[in-house]
C-alpha cells in the first residue's frame, strides 16, 4: 500500500512538473506546430523574386518557423489560374491583377509591397526599335507600341504618355503578352517601340533600343505585391506574418550589400547575358504596401477601360497588418 502512494505521488509531481515547463514555455509546442505549415507561393523567374531565394538559401523561412515552397510559373495567366483553383496561397503579383480576383467577392488581400520604381532602377521602360528615328514620346504619334493588353504593363504605358502630354489613343496598341517575344519583335523592327521590364530593357539598350520614357520619375504607378487568398489570412495567418519576417530580412541584407548576392541572382533570375555584370541590382521595399492614392488610380484606369464596373475599395484589397515592421 505504501508503495501504491508513493507511485501516485511521484505520478503526480511529475504531472505537476510536466504542466509547469508547458506553461513556462508557451511557444515550444506553437513553433512546432506553426513549422509544419507549408505556403505554396507562386512566382515568375523575375528580379522581384530575388530575396526568396536569398531567404531560403540563408535559412531565413527554417529560423522563422515556416515552410515556403515556391511554384514556378511561367506567365501572370498561369500564376492567376493556380491561385483561383486554390492551388497556391500566395503569389507575386501587381495591382490589377489583385483588383481582378475581387471583382465580384474579395478573394486576395494585398500584404506587401516588393518593388517600386526609383531613380536608376526603373521596372518598366518604353523603348524605340534600334534604328527607328523614334527619340521623344510626341515621336509616338501614330506609332505602334508593343504591351501586355489589360495589365500593368498597359496601365504603367497609358499613365508615362499622359506625362509627356501624348493621349494613348494617339498610339497603335499592339497586344504581345509574351516579354521575350515584345523583346525580339523590337529588336527585329516589327514593332515601332515596346514596353519592356528591366532587366530585359537594359538588354534592349546595350543592343541598340533607343530610351524613350521610364518610370523611375513616378514610382507611384509601378510597384510590384506580395498577394495572398483571404482564405490562407483567415485560416494561418502567423505563417504569412513568420514569411514576411524572414522575407524582411533578406531584403535588409540585399539592400545593404547588394553585389554580394550577384552570383546568387545570375543563378536563379533571368539576366540577359550582355548585362548581367552591368545590371544594377534594384533596392527593394520594406514594410510597405500600396497606399490609397495608388489603388484607386488604377481602380480609375481599370474603369476606364472597362475591366471594373465601379471601383473597388481600398480596405477591400489592401491590409497592412500582416507587415512585420522594420527589423
Known sequence: MNFIVVTLKKSRLQ????????LAHPLLPIA??????TLKIAMLPIIDSFPYYIAQTSGDFERAGVNIK???????????????????????????SAANFNRRTPQVSVIYTIRSAQTGSPMFRLLAAPG????????????????SRHTIIEYVTDRLLETRGLNPGQIIKKSVPAIPERFQLLMQGQLDSAVLPDPLASAAMAAGATWIIDDAEYPQYSVSLLTFSNQTLNNNPDSVKRFLKAWDRAVSRLNATPETYRELMLKHIRVPQNVQKSYPIPRFSRNTVPDRQQWEDVMQWMVMRGLLEKPLPYEQSVTSSFLPGIQ
Open 32 to 37: 512546432a506546430e506553426k513549422a509544419s505549415a
Open 132 to 147: 527607328s528615328g523614334l527619340k521623344t514620346v510626341a515621336d509616338l504619334s501614330g506609332a505602334s507600341i508593343g504591351i
Open 70 to 96: 515556391l511554384i514556378p510559373v511561367m506567365s501572370g495567366l498561369n500564376r492567376d489560374q493556380l491561385m483561383q483553383a486554390g492551388e497556391v496561397d500566395g503569389m507575386l503579383n501587381e495591382m490589377t
Open 15 to 22: 504531472l505537476i512538473l510536466c504542466i509547469f515547463f508547458f
